[in-house]
């Protein structure tokens, strides 16, 4: 995913058509959500990124790359997933985690659900790592409320 | 809701694509055998709830800007976690 222009605002990392994220089940109990255009800020380090719903426009989910703040947090596809997302063995995905903010102003981080990105077609999914006992609301900062 | 009831080894289909098998009942128990094509997510109802509710939390937040949680990330982000669950 490539960063564009250089102003403080988010702008779109991509106009192009073939760089929309398409998740073709949607997001788990949003099976709406669909199509999505990732938009960042312009710079090397990218800490944040949102990814615009081009279905329902109000949604606009705030994501990161969680191996940035996680040394261990690793995700792994078995053979169905990689089948689904057309990933051979070798191909590694993108992987971004959702935030939210808590009402008590924590930054967190959806470690359960990650999003899984196909890097060449841009096909996603969000997979569940349903045993790793990873949360959906994991802390990461204090960010104010 | 249907209400139908099984015995072990009995099966339920859903759509054409979905077999739910009773596999064993054990006390309290009923262990589900579940076929479903690629792509269906089979979870847990109470992961599927809350899964939903992160997803609709993370777009539906009064947030301050991105670049202030970027920069809270940043001054973060120095010190990796280890995240693994105990």
């Known amino acids: 995913m490539q960063m564009t222009e250089t102003r403080a605002e988010l702008v779109p990392a991509a106009a192009a058509a073939d760089q929309i994220i398409t998740f073709p089940n949607g997001l788990v109990g949003c099976e709406s959500w669909r199509h999505f255009v ?3 800020e312009q710079e090397e380090d990218l800490a944040v990124g949102v990814l615009e719903c081009l279905d329902q426009p109000e949604t606009r989910l705030m994501v990161t790359n969680p191996k940035l703040l996680f040394a261990d947090y690793s995700v792994s596809l078995n053979d169905s997933e990689r089948q689904l997302l057309d990933m051979p063995e070798g191909v590694e995905p993108v992987i971004y985690c ?3 903010i808590t009402s008590e102003g924590w930054l967190t981080a959806n470690l359960l659900g990650p999003l899984v990105i196909n890097p060449e077609t841009r ?3 969000q997979i569940v790592l349903a045993d790793s ?3 959906t609301r994991h802390p990461v900062v204090r960010v104010g409320a | 809701m249907l209400v139908l009831s099984r015995k ?3 099966s339920v289909m859903l759509g054409d694509d979905i077999v739910v098998t009773v596999l064993g009942v054990e006390g309290d128990r009923v262990k589900l055998g579940i076929h479903a094509p690629r792509g269906v997510n089979i979870l847990r109802h109470e992961i599927y709830r809350q899964l939903q509710d992160a997803n ?3 777009a539906n937040h009064s947030r301050p800007s991105v670049q202030s949680i970027a920069d809270a ?3 973060r982000s120095g010190q990796k976690a280890q995240v693994s669950p105990a």
Do not use: I, W
Request: with cysteine; glycine share 14%; net charge positive.
């Open chain 2, 8 to 10: 072990c080894e009995q």
């Open chain 1, 133 to 135: 006992g990873y949360s």
């Open chain 1, 98 to 100: 959702t935030l939210s």
């Open chain 1, 123 to 125: 096909v996603a999914k």
């Open chain 1, 38 to 40: 990732l938009m960042t």
């Open chain 2, 73 to 75: 990330l940043r001054g």
């Open chain 2, 56 to 58: 609709a939390g993370a």
